[in-house]
C-alpha cells in the first residue's frame, strides 16, 4: 500500500528539519544517524546511510523524479512499523546531510 503523501505534511517535515542542520565538521554518517534518532528511527547507522545516499543518487539519475517517489523508496526501506512521517523525516535529513543541493525536491512537494 503505497502511503498518502501531503503537502502540509510535507511543510511540518521540512520546518522540523531545519532546527536539526547537521554541523559541517562532523562524520555525516554519525550525524545523520543521530539527528534519525530524534525522529525515533533507528537501525544500522551504515544501513541507514546507504538508504539515504542511494536516495540521492536516484534523485541524481533521475529514477526517482520527485520527492513524494523518494519518500516511497524510502518508507519501503525502513522498519515496517515506521509511518510516512519518518519517511519524509528520513528523506529530509538524507538531503540535509548527503545531497543538499538536491532539497529543492521537498519545496517543490509543497507546491500545488
Not at 29 to 56: M, R
Not at 91 to 111: G, N
Amino acid at each position: 500500500m503505497t502511503p498518502k503523501f501531503t503537502a502540509p505534511l510535507v511543510l511540518s517535515v521540512l520546518s522540523l528539519g531545519l532546527l536539526f542542520a547537521a554541523p559541517a565538521a562532523a562524520d555525516p554518517d554519525s550525524v545523520f544517524a543521530e539527528e534519525l534518532h530524534t525522529y525515533g528511527i533507528y537501525g544500522q547507522k551504515d544501513y541507514n546511510a546507504w538508504i539515504a545516499k542511494i536516495t540521492c543518487k536516484r534523485l541524481y539519475k533521475n529514477v526517482d523524479h520527485n520527492a513524494f517517489e523518494s519518500a516511497d523508496f524510502v518508507h519501503t526501506n525502513l522498519a515496517k512499523d515506521s509511518t510516512t512521517a519518518q519517511a519524509w523525516q528520513f528523506l529530509a535529513a538524507a538531503l540535509r546531510t548527503y545531497c543538499p543541493e538536491k532539497l529543492a525536491v521537498l519545496q517543490d512537494a509543497t507546491k500545488p
